[in-house]
């Protein structure tokens, strides 16, 4: 059984159908690349999966179970991470705050436990600020900790993200073009951590421009063009392709 | 460590208690009046600044839950049963000790409710209140929840004015003194002032603590993710809606505690209490304190409550908090204590001394380097 | 006699409901400029009755009347110009709160200038109980001149924004102001001229039920609730909506008259606002969405 099947799933918007029909599994444990050209309806396929839309049709299951229809924190609670497109950091709060907050789901603490400073919020708030330091340690900005999180370069912003993304303990991690903006040094530390992230346990489901990146750790790749799926394989295999190659390289090769 | 937390609140009660000795030994003790005002008018101010600052929400009818809590308490405790002392239920109610006997200003006997127990359903009321109006509001933003809010804090308002059993204009007087522990008791007796002023300073200083923690904690981080990036907050996992909600029940249960105290240190309440300029400085001192800093806040409220209930503003008391709205969201949206606001002063005020450049080819040499120019 | 007295109630409402819609036109003209909900937008009646109230002591009534709608656009661009019109793209709260200080610094303004009497107009044909039999109500002029002048500035407002060229340059600001501006468009100067005409509008509909229901220097606030609710129902944006939604809001507030106190009538058309908030909020006749689920 797959880990995340989408079935059939479209979104349309006015006229426009930005995601249709489209079907794709991921096994859990593996990593899995969605790639296309732009406003080939990858992120709307993430935002269908996280909760942000609802499909019009199609359904989509997550270890089983029907995930559409949920919202953000739902989908959350059920073990699936994000990270976003364009960089999601909370404002006025540390890089370690923010992946703090990462950790929302992992504790208990309410209200009154908050504002009572109690014991086990005490325990809590530390476990949580260990947990959060390790992340940002296996990110490479344990140094950073203490900056206010949105300050900080592009490439160190993205690697809160991750950290934060992870914080949860996710069973699956959905990364939408987590190389955008990085130099080719900070491309390839991002593909050992993501093959790292996969060796932890967590399955990963990421959108991605970066053809390298994309083909050098996938183990499989689906194809989006125009909201319709035109291959899902391995990567050797989609690269030779030749609808691919027309959509993605444009029409020169015919 | 632990200790180093409760630090600013312990300073801030140092704070509270060289003031009380200032005004007394200066031969001041009137100002002690305001003061206490001043205080309970905070305590108001800091939840609302937990809901603008922290969870990101507007509430333009704030008002409208203090004096929830001043009327639900003053109609209790002065809501006379003795003409029905005959039925069962107020015997019962007597012997429950829910009831206490006393004499009205004309030596009249008055059978009333207890003003503890007032106090409670006092604050369960708005809580109640708060949270049936926040479900649907909250699910607003922007404009229409600024219009939500307001519309709801009206409503409060021509039912305080509009019925008879709360007064209707005049507002409900004669409310009894509210006995706390050892003999002292929150009402206008010249007598009591100062512990009067220590009970509300002692209130705000707890509600300090418990906020100041709470920003603090999980909760608290979770509501500045939905202030800063509300959608990835829910990415996160946070039920914004959720905790909103708790937040708006939250600082709507601190207004209508203040507002039980407040009525019974004056002996009364009236509508001003819920009308919408009321509601309109609470939400101007917090942005003048600055969002989303409960010190600042603090400070900020303390200083222009005093100095609006002492009359320095005359009859320009609403023209002045509308001024100083506008002047602060024009300049300087984070609030007066704004570091952004701090460093362009200095700037500004730094940037006639031209700056002495090196001339070219005169390399300091190593160690020599002019470190400090400021 | 129950169909008089009905008929009675629907004359006040429309009444109070014409002023209603105008507000809320006011409203939908600088929301659509900049989206900024104005919420100083009733001070602008008050602002109206009151100069025109002051200026008919020296002047004929129809010179007064056009003075104070004069003076109360000179107020609305001075507004704009000195509050909003620098602001780089200001947040919603700050833009809420900065409209609501301007609405208090008016409101005070007006207080200091003219007191807290009540002031009335004259009637401007007859006086109050000069009266037209019409369908079974009894229905004073002026009802017939508010109604009849609020219903001329929907008419003028909607073809200003249809077919003069200002209008579809007002229009094309609106929809994108970036392109209006790289077209050429002074999309500033549209902007306070947004500010203008819905001050003008205001202070008209303020002089034209000034002998009805008066004018006092608090009434800008109850009129902005009820305008913006006029607009939302209306879904915002939409003029001629707001027009039907304005006299239907009246009628509404008149008839709870008969069922509720009198001190609660301001209650009941702000239920009516929440209820929409809540269940519809694209208004009643569909437009945009306030609320995200």
Known sequence: ?????????????????????????????????????????????????????????GEIRFAGRPLQGAPPHRVAARGISRTFQHIRLFPGMSALENVMVGRHL??????????????????????????????????????????????????????????????????????????????????ADLARRIASIRERGVTVLLVEHDMSLVMGISDEVAVLSYGEKIADADPRSVQKDPQVVRVYLGDEEC | MRLARYRPVALFLAAAVALELLAVHGGKGFLLTQLTMSAYYTLVVLGLSLLMGYAGQISLGHAAFFAIGGYASAALTTWDLSAWGGTGLVKALVAAGALAARRDAYGGPVLAFHPWLACACAV?????VAWLVGIPVLKLTGHYLAMATLGVGTIILSVAVGTEALGAADGISGVPPFPLLFGAAVGGSAAERVVNYYVAFGLLALGLLLLSNLVDSRVGRALRAIHGAEDAAGAMGVDTGRLKLRTFVLSAGMAAVAGVFLTHFNGGIGPSEASIMKSVKYVSIVAVGGMGSLWGTLATSLVLNFLSLRGYFGSFDDAVFGGILILIMLFSPDGVLSPRLWRAARAAVLRPRPAEAPAAGDAPAAGDAPEDVR | MFGELVAQYLVAGLTYG???????????????????????????????????????????????????????????????????RWLHRPSVLRMIIITIGI???????????????????????????????????????????AVGACAAMVVAITAFFRFTMLGRQMRACSANRVAASLCGLPTRNLITLSFVLSAGMGALAGCVVSPITQTQYGMGTGLAIKGFTVAILGGLGNSLAALAAGLLLGVVESFSVSLLPTAYKDAVSIAVLLAVLFLRPSGIFGGRVAARP
Request: charged letters at 15%; glycine letters at 12%; a neutral charge.
């Open chain 3, 18 to 84: 014409t002023i209603y819609a105008v507000v809320g036109m006011g409203f939908n003209i600088i929301y659509n400029a900049t989206g900024i909900i104005n919420f100083a937008q009733g001070e602008f009646v008050m602002l109206g009755g009151m100069t025109a109230v002051s200026l008919s002591t020296l002047l004929p009534l129809p010179i007064a009347i056009a003075g104070a709608v004069l003076a109360t656009m000179a107020v609305g661009a001075l507004i704009e110009m000195t509050f909003i």
């Open chain 1, 106 to 187: 992992r504790g208990r603490a309410g209200f009154l436990a908050g504002m009572l400073h109690v014991r086990s919020a005490r325990r809590e708030e530390a476990r949580d600020r260990e947990r959060a330091g390790e992340l940002l340690d296996f990110m490479g900005i344990a140094a950073l900790a203490g900056s206010e999180a949105t300050s900080l370069s592009y490439g160190q912003q993205r690697a809160v993200e991750l950290a934060r993304a992870l914080a949860s303990d996710p069973e699956m991690v959905l990364l939408d073009e987590p190389a955008a903006g990085l130099n080719m040094r900070e491309t």
């Open chain 3, 103 to 145: 609405s208090i610094l008016v409101r005070e303004a007006a207080l200091l200038l003219w007191g807290q009497g009540v002031r009335a107009l004259p009637y401007f044909t007859g006086n109050e109980v000069s009266s037209i039999a019409l369908g079974g109500a009894r229905v004073s002029p002026q009802v017939l001149w």
């Open chain 2, 124 to 128: 369960a009321l708005a809580l109640l």
């Open chain 1, 1 to 57: 059984m797959a880990l995340l099947e989408v079935s059939g799933v479209s979104k349309r918007f006015g006229g426009v159908h930005a995601v249709n029909g489209v079907s794709f599994r991921v096994e859990k444990g593996m990593i899995k690349a969605l790639i296309g050209p732009n406003g080939a309806g990858k992120t709307t396929l993430f935002n269908l999966v996280t909760g942000y839309f609802s499909p019009d049709a």
